[in-house]
């Protein structure tokens, strides 16, 4: 039933419209596509793939070299999926360990806080470089407008992320 499945099963339904993934393969999809708007880990992955199973939602394949497995999503995976893109997509929930621990500022080591800080910055400036070529690529190709658009929110994020990383006190 489709009012069970969950944002991140979802998200894999939503992938395998592309075609047979195995769950690597949903991995690298997720993380290219979905960053950083969006996480989903292997575990995650390899936990959903067979809920999704068992409901009917996608049917496994054949398994291929190291046992890996391609999933293809069913005509009820379809219908799911769809009914699942008609919910209200309820409040908006960020998760950031960097932004936690700044929070907890004041409970650093002296000079913990400046490292933190320079690291993101690194860690955000190329994901700013990735996003803003993923960017490059769907306008060159006459990418899906959707997926451009959050290729944009992901270039905006980054930017948004790396000025405040520049106000965070450091001393």
Known sequence: MAAN??????????????????????????K????????????????????LAEAGYVRPGKLGPRAAQPYTITAAGKRAFRSWLAEEAGAD??????????????????????KLVDEARGRHQEALTVNRSRVNQLKREGGDPYQLATAEFGV????????????????
């Open 5 to 30: 499945l969950n944002s991140t099963a979802a998200a894999l339904l939503g992938l395998l419209h592309e075609g047979p993934m195995t769950g690597g393969e949903l991995v690298a999809a997720a």
């Open 32 to 51: 290219e596509r979905m960053e950083p708007f969006w996480s989903v880990t292997r575990s995650q992955v390899y936990r959903e793939l067979p809920g």
């Open 93 to 114: 929930h960020s998760r950031n360990p960097l932004v936690l621990r700044v929070s907890f500022g004041a409970h650093h080591q002296p000079g913990a806080v400046a």
């Open 156 to 171: 905006a994020y980054e930017r948004a992320l790396l000025r405040w990383l520049d106000a965070v006190p450091t001393t």
